[in-house]
């Protein structure tokens, strides 16, 4: 059974269907701020590696040894679906979704 997608139209008249952010891979994440910087909601946010689990940690405490900073979603809920974020991402971190109309 196929779900019916919530869709928009542009201010040109244009047929468009807002995706919204729903994961981050903070392993490939290199923290450069720019999904940040360009997102209008304030839904991503700034966070040390360690506080990222990692399944491929080498002391088996389920965190990063790696300093750095990685996003992280820190209010989804918020996400308008312009999906500026993916297209400034140099490392395809974010995954997308439509949301499905509801019945």
Known sequence: MLQAVMTGTTRGG???TP???TALNGKRCIGCGRCFKVCPRQVFDLVDREMVADD???EGDGF???PHKVMVI???DDCIGCAAC???CPKKCHTH???PMAA
């Open 19 to 21: 995706t919204y952010v």
């Open 56 to 58: 491929d940690d080498d």
């Open 64 to 66: 990063s040894d790696d």
């Open 97 to 99: 979704a439509a949301l």
């Open 74 to 76: 820190h209010d989804g």
């Open 14 to 16: 244009r047929s468009w």
């Open 86 to 88: 993916a297209r400034v």
